[in-house]
T-cell receptor, first 117, second 111 residues
Framework: DARVTQTPRHKVTEMGQEVTMRCQPI?????VFWYRQTMMQGLELLAY????????DSGMPKDRFSAEMPDATLATLKIQPSEPRDSAVYFC???????????????FGPGTRLTVL | EDKVVQSPLSLVVHEGDTVTLNCSYE??????LLWYKQEKKAPTFLFML????IEKKSGRLSSILDKKELFSILNITATQTGDSAVYLC???????????FGEGTQLTVNP
């Protein structure tokens, strides 16, 4: 059953604390995306990776957010220090680019609902 | 800057009605347009359209793309309460895998 998994599913933390969200992309997918969704802003792209290399992180506040792919089966998104305005649902999605062809379909994980008090 | 605009932003209908959701876009290097359905969880994929004029169908849902006029429509016939969701349109570029999303259309189907 191929699907994107994310942990934790819910996280409540206090302002100033570090938050780490994890994502396991679908096996064989080589592109990973981090999105944030809020009522006000809708779905926003924060960063994405191909073959573990960051391609675009322009959507991410650089001073407090960082995204990495320690290996092909794990992507992490870290917020340090967290602020109440970071409260949102964070989705990870994975996709496949093969042989120079771009397959735009992305498969979303269940999301991490983050609440920063 | 790439832009995807969906209309209407919200729609309330009765079961059995037919609805048409709209998506227009401005993207530098268009490759494909995708439709997603989002209920109270993650978006789930519905359709990917790359060629003009070819309708994609899945049950009561269908979609078509017009690359000349830069828009797509998503039709749902004989709506059911289970169709209530936010429908997201996204456009992908040739230069990579990145998707630009619209704001979504909130569809509510009442019994």
């Amino acid at each position: 059953d191929a699907r994107v998994t994310q942990t934790p599913r819910h996280k409540v933390t206090e302002m100033g604390q570090e938050v780490t969200m994890r994502c396991q992309p679908i096996l064989g997918h080589n592109t990973v995306f981090w999105y944030r969704q809020t009522m006000m802003q809708g779905l926003e792209l924060l960063a994405y990776f191909r073959n573990r290399a960051p391609l675009d992180d322009s959507g991410m506040p650089k001073d407090r957010f960082s995204a990495e792919m320690p290996d092909a089966t794990l992507a992490t998104l870290k917020i340090q220090p967290s602020e109440p305005r970071d409260s949102a649902v964070y989705f990870c999605a994975s996709g496949l680019v093969l042989g120079g062809r771009t397959y735009n379909e992305q498969f979303f994980g269940p999301g991490t609902r983050l609440t920063v008090l | 800057e790439d832009k995807v605009v969906q209309s209407p932003l919200s729609l309330v209908v009765h079961e059995g009605d037919t609805v048409t959701l709209n998506c227009s876009y401005e993207v530098t290097n268009f490759r494909s347009l995708l439709w997603y359905k989002q209920e109270k969880k993650a978006p789930t994929f519905l359709f990917m359209l790359t060629s003009s004029g070819i309708e994609k169908k899945s049950g009561r849902l269908s979609s078509i793309l017009d690359k000349k006029e830069l828009f797509s429509i998503l039709n749902i016939t004989a709506t059911q309460t289970g169709d209530s969701a936010v429908y997201l349109c996204a456009v992908g570029e040739t230069s990579g895998s990145r998707l630009t999303f619209g704001e979504g259309t909130q569809l509510t189907v009442n019994p």
